[in-house]
């Protein structure tokens, strides 16, 4: 009973330092309010907010890290509306402001079902945003210690490999989108209840364990980030049927209590998946990304160096990084302390776990790098696996790396090995100085040699930890020298190391740099009437910031968009009727072609531009700084009557059609259907018509209609599965008008037309 009570003691204090160091690292969000997000990049680098004077800088604010943008671009405006929805009472199911719609709840990255998203319902967004971010590494590092613990390691070791996990290179990296690392840090807990429901003295708590087991892989599922969760899901699986195989009885039992436990999960998160899965089969996902044989693809051989050394190749924040793009996507970095001590644990391989742990960590990082057999699936084509870039696998890699650094250093206080295997580490600290006095003789003409002295000035500091860490273990191995100082001063230094690298990377900004309005964007919203806007420079309103301010534009950036649409602007851009992929916006369409009549079509009625533009539809009509709003006098309305139609037999006679100047899509509709016989007779002359969007929510649209004959009612948002029409409330058939668009026929007459998204 004691000895138990003093185990659960020891585990609250070892909690208790987790949350120390977590919350030392987000200090400036604890104690001054500062959020976890790289708002300085919007006041920073983007019109209009640099054209507005902020804390007395005039020309924007110096932000820390230009890697990261993606957080601002995408993940906090798709939670904030997500939210928005939600307490007006409405499912999150459209984004009617990016793509000329697109699916927001399909969006997997929306994060809809994720419990943890319940703070934004409780707290402000900017404060629940900054706990969301803040208990990534906590959550991770508890999970981890509650597993290592569960194996039995020292409490020492267990610390060691929950910290070297939560502030990994991939989970600084990845610390501030919300998604990726909220997918990954349900992995330690998921393998925790395997070895609860494996392990025959436990199995009386199945219930307990089994309800732990699915809802952690709902969760992990539920977090927004569908490449990760498949690497946890992969390497639970074969987590799992490595444990069946060290079981000797009741394997039949266990099997059928699996399925029912995976078949659970499969019920449970149906409301996300089956809408994904639609969505990724309508989308461009597979045909219009990066080339997967394009450099930074694969972690480049040389960036192995990164798990010694992570700055060795610069850093983005210091703005000396010299290596190949980008940073965040190869740097697994666990502190030179815990990987020494992984080091050992490899080349001590003392038990199963161990060996397991080496294997499959060593598996991960083979097709993470640009070896034979991790090209297979992208020359294969493999749905998904074949648009992802396996740089991500470091997630797995760096979580063995922690997994074995327990185990190494608690190897080193059960047992006494030989320090041999030392001599390893100290090689490679010694090449890596070698190279560098070396590298200028052997190649003085070579254009990186300049960049050595960054190499060189970076590799000090991860030097000095191995000396260090050398040091403490063989003090370790003195009787004479107290062990609790020894391991009270790796925890120190380990901790030095790993929030120093995580507080370089990470920057927290102030809550009122998040979205501020200006004048541009209160001139925008000050017209009632429904618009889209585009901009001619990327610097301007980059893609998904109007979610913010519920602006809708015609560009977008996120993994998934529609395929039809990335045709239209594809043909829009090259102007002509080109729908040929590979498109070129690998994920971020930014349209530029503003004098394209796709962009017309698309109710594009303000062109923003940080120079002048010449051009007989556009004039000026505000100015902001350098920011410059022009009007579009072609644009057309959101919706608008047609009374003729022209019929094409595909998609490709379609964009010949819209793209023809002599057919005038301000009197006739492109559809890809024959209409009914009694539809056919629409008349080819200009009918007397009113149009009015009288309500214009994200999952509904209601137009009043006027007119004294029947004709298409074109509504120029994204048509998309789901939607449905009613005419004075009922169901009409919504035709694929202009190539993407909706049309529906209404009567002549007065009548109310309703579209709804019901998926």
């Known amino acids: 009973m004691k000895s138990l009570k003093f185990k659960y003691i020891t585990n609250l204090l070892a909690i208790i330092l987790l949350i120390f160091v977590v919350g030392l690292f987000f200090k400036q969000f604890l104690v001054s309010g500062k959020i976890p997000i790289p708002a300085d990049t919007i006041v920073g680098m983007y019109h209009p907010w640099r054209d507005v004077i902020w804390d007395n ?42 793509f000329a719609g697109t699916p927001l709840l399909a969006n997997f990255q929306s994060a809809p079902f994720y419990f943890l998203n319940s703070l934004f319902f409780i707290l ?54 919300g998604t990726v690392l909220h997918a990954a840090l349900w992995l330690p807990l998921i393998l925790l209840t395997v070895e609860k429901l494996t392990s025959y003295e436990l199995r009386v708590k199945k219930y307990f364990w089994s309800g732990v087991f699915v809802f952690s892989l709902t969760q992990s599922f539920f977090a927004g980030h569908l490449q990760t969760f498949f690497y946890v899901f992969l390497f639970s699986f074969i987590y799992l049927g490595w444990r069946f195989l060290a079981i000797k009885e009741g394997r039949i039992k266990l099997i059928f209590l699996f399925l ?102 060593l598996l991960a990082l083979s097709f993470a790098l640009p070896t034979p057999w991790a090209k297979l699936p992208f020359k294969i084509g493999i749905p998904l696996l074949s648009s992802s870039q396996p740089t991500r696998l470091l997630v797995i890699v760096d979580f063995c790396l922690a997994i074995l650094a327990a185990f190494g250093l608690d190897t080193i206080l059960k047992k006494k090995e030989k320090l041999t295997p030392l001599v390893f580490p100290a090689l490679v600290w010694g090449f890596l100085w070698s190279f560098i006095f070396l590298a200028p003789k052997v190649w003085p003409n ?73 004048k541009t964007i209160e001139f925008l919203k000050s017209d009632n009437l429904p618009f889209r806007f585009m ?86 009509v505000f100015q902001e700084g350098e920011t410059r709003v022009y009007y579009n006098k072609d644009y057309f309305p959101r919706a608008f009557m047609v009374y003729n139609f022209q019929f094409a037999e595909n998609k490709q006679k379609a964009i010949d059609l819209l793209m023809d100047e002599s057919i005038n899509l301000h009197k006739k509709v492109v559809l890809e259907e024959i209409l009914p016989a009694d539809l056919i007779k629409l008349i080819n002359e200009d009918v007397t018509n009113n149009v009015a969007i009288e309500l214009y929510e994200e999952n509904k649209v209601v137009v009043s209609v006027e007119t004294l004959k029947k004709g298409i009612l074109v509504l120029t948002d994204s048509y998309y599965p789901g939607w449905k029409a009613t005419v004075d409330g009922k169901e009409t058939k919504i035709y694929l008008a202009d190539y993407n668009f909706r049309a529906v026929i209404v009567p002549s007459g007065k009548h109310k037309v309703v579209f709804e998204y019901e998926p």
Not at 62 to 85: A, E, G, M, S
Not at 164 to 177: H, K, N, P
Not at 302 to 314: K, S, T
Not at 315 to 344: D, S
């Open 446 to 518: 070579a254009s990186w040699i300049v960049n050595l002295a960054v190499s060189k000035r970076n590799l000090i500091l991860p030097t000095g930890m191995l000396v260090v860490g050398v040091g403490l273990i063989v003090l370790l191995f003195i009787r004479w020298f107290p062990k609790k100082v020894t391991l009270g001063l790796i925890l120190i230094f380990v901790c030095f190391d790993l929030v120093r690298f995580g507080w370089k990377f990470i920057p927290f900004t102030k809550q009122e740099w998040i979205f501020p309005s200006t």
């Open 535 to 620: 901009s001619t420079d990327r610097r301007i309103f980059p893609p998904n910031f109007s979610i913010a301010y519920r602006l809708p534009t015609i560009d977008g950036y996120d993994p998934l968009y529609l395929l039809r649409y990335g045709e239209l602007i594809a043909a829009s851009e090259r102007g002509k009727p080109d729908i040929s992929p590979p498109f070129g916006f690998n994920r971020i369409i930014t349209p530029q072609n503003f004098n394209s009549r796709i962009v017309d079509l698309l109710n594009v009625k303000y062109v923003l531009a940080l120079a002048d533009l010449s051009s007989p539809k556009l004039g000026l």
């Open 57 to 98: 800088f005039t020309a924007g604010v110096p932000f820390k890290n230009f890697l990261i943008t993606d957080p601002v671009r995408q993940l906090y405006p798709w939670r904030q509306l997500l939210v928005n929805l939600f307490k007006r009472g409405q499912w999150p199911l459209w984004n009617p402001y990016s």
């Open 124 to 177: 402000d967004t900017k404060i629940a945003w900054g706990i969301l971010i803040f208990l990534q590494p906590l959550l991770a590092g508890i999970f981890l210690y509650l597993y290592l613990s569960h194996l039995r390691l020292n409490k020492i070791a267990c610390l060691i490999g929950a910290l070297s996990f939560s502030f990994s290179g991939f989970f600084i990296a990845w610390l501030e989108w």
């Open 260 to 361: 029912i436990l995976y078949s659970l999960f499969l019920i449970l998160t149906y409301p996300q998946w089956r809408p994904t899965l639609e969505f990724i089969r309508l989308s461009a996902r597979d045909i219009d990304q990066i080339n997967w044989q394009q450099p930074g693809w694969f972690i480049p051989w040389q960036n192995l160096v990164q798990f010694f050394v992570p700055d060795f190749f610069g850093n983005p924040t210091t703005l000396n990084y010299w290596g190949v793009f980008n940073y965040g996507e190869f740097v697994g970095y666990i502190g030179v302390i815990p990987l020494v001590f992984a080091f050992l644990a490899i080349f001590w391989g003392r038990n199963r776990k161990t060996k397991f742990f080496a294997i499959l960590g």
